[in-house]
T-cell receptor, first 117, second 113 residues
Framework: AQKITQTQPGMFVQEKEAVTLDCTYD???????LFWYKQPSSGEMIFLIY??????QNATEGRYSLNFQKARKSANLVISASQLGDSAMYFC??????????????FGKGTKLTVNP | DVKVTQSSRYLVKRTGEKVFLECVQD?????MFWYRQDPGLGLRLIYF???????EKGDIPEGYSVSREKKERFSLILESASTNQTSMYLC????????????FGPGTRLTVL
């Protein structure tokens, strides 16, 4: 079973509008973290935002905010006032413990966002 | 700024060749990671290292090995390359566990003929 599910393979949004990218996760560990990364066509992965499972408030970073609904196990990324430069792949990832006691990230399959002028 | 560099942007090898992918980070990070990225599959963790000479298998380690002799350098080795190892390979590093994000290199697109 997938641990991170991104149900939207592709999304379109008009410039200056807000868009929500969905992410649901599956874990039984009470301590976990959720990351969002952006990957433009150039290929580099860019960290956007982080939410810890014990954080009381939703994370925000500039135009990015995370709509964290713990009971529903969802961590949706909201981009406000979309810009043409926001066109990219977006990946949701969850931090989880390994058998060896370390941590690793498990990534979803991504959502391709296209911002139209 | 943290910088993670990878030795090649593009690489073409033949089936059966031994392939080395090198990754270097310049911020004294403890942890380093190797992923492969394939269309429709997202990023999958191959191996990671949490200290010099310490490594742990990720989700898809078969056909790969790694080496970390120095803190700043993490190598991915394909002992005998096969066509199903044609992929984009991404290296990353992080300062610590928990809330610390991973910083990624630009990727190496490997083609095995």
């Amino acid at each position: 079973a997938q641990k991170i599910t991104q149900t939207q393979p592709g999304m379109f949004v008009q410039e200056k509008e807000a868009v929500t990218l969905d992410c649901t996760y599956d874990t039984s560990d009470p301590s976990y973290g959720l990351f969002w990364y952006k990957q433009p066509s150039s290929g580099e992965m860019i960290f956007l935002i982080y939410q810890g499972s014990y954080d009381q408030q939703n994370a925000t970073e500039g135009r990015y905010s995370l709509n964290f609904q713990k009971a529903r196990k969802s961590a949706n990324l909201v981009i406000s006032a979309s810009q043409l430069g926001d066109s990219a792949m977006y990946f949701c990832a969850m931090r989880e413990l390994t058998q060896g006691g370390s941590e690793k990230l498990v990534f979803g399959k991504g959502t391709k966002l296209t911002v139209n002028p | 700024d943290v910088k993670v560099t990878q030795s090649s942007r593009y690489l073409v090898k033949r089936t059966g060749e031994k392939v080395f992918l090198e990754c270097v980070q310049d911020m004294d990070h403890e942890n380093m990671f190797w992923y492969r990225q394939d269309p429709g599959l997202g990023l999958r963790l191959i191996y990671f290292s949490y200290d010099v000479k310490m490594k742990e298998k990720g989700d898809i380690p078969e056909g790969y090995s790694v080496s970390r002799e120095k803190k700043e350098r993490f190598s991915l080795i394909l002992e005998s390359a096969s066509t199903n190892q044609t992929s984009m390979y991404l290296c990353a590093s992080s300062y610590d566990w928990g809330m610390y994000e991973q910083f990624f290199g630009p990727g190496t697109r490997l083609t095995v003929l």
